[in-house]
């Protein structure tokens, strides 16, 4: 009798268990941030051309990261890339401070990844980190 | 992991006497910059000397004199040098990342982040365009 009474909770008991729900990687948020990153500076270029040659190289230099953080995790590019980022509101410099703080945040970002990272990912994120480092160099 | 940390003292050595070299090419500026990043040199000798003690491990000396890879007669050549030296610093410490966690990572990334920055000061100083890398530390 006991067996009558008591509910059928579990799926496998009548059918073939759900497909389990894939684990998404950590470094997924990371990778949208990182294009969200390149988004901005495209937009800051389109506002202001004349800083084209000092902000394209680092706007890349995300991409690349993001390629090659998709390649380690076997992720697929997210579509699209990025949305597209407002534009800089105010002045040159103004835009300038503003992806300064972009810029900044992303590298605390990229610290805390390597940190927390295992030691296979350790030195690509490492070098990411650096890399925006030399970014805000590039931006004072 | 000592093996990286011996690594990197080893070519904290080598920095600091190369920077001795670079620093008798330049003058102003560029000799003030040279001056503090050899100090900058220093303290990350001091620090990775007191770690390997703590570690019981072997801390090997500097070598009285090192092979520099090119002649440095001039202010180009000292520039080419502090980049070289940069670039093979930052190599020696992304190397630690992964064979560390903690502090000690952070400790490393510390000695990449510096010293990817100083290679892109040395870079605009020698009007070396683009003045980043896309991934510091990386071999070629």
Redesign the interface.
Known sequence: MLATVLPITGCDLIGPAPEPTPTADPLVPFITGTLALAARYDATVDAFPELA?RLE??A??HR??AA?LNRVTATEPPSPAAPPATGPSGDLDAALDALRAVEKAGLEEA?AA??AAP??R???L??????R???L??LR | MNEQLTAALRAEYAAIFAYGVIGARLKGDSAATARAAESAHRDRRDSLTVLLSGDSARVPAAEPAYALPFPVTDRVSALRLAIEIETRTAAVWRAVLPVTTGERRRQALDGLTDCAVRAVRWRRVAGITPATVVFPGRPA
């Open positions: 040659e190289p680092i890349r230099a690349t990261h090659e610290i390597c940190l030691d296979d350790a030195a690509l490492g070098s990411i980190a650096a890399a480092a030399t970014h160099e590039m």
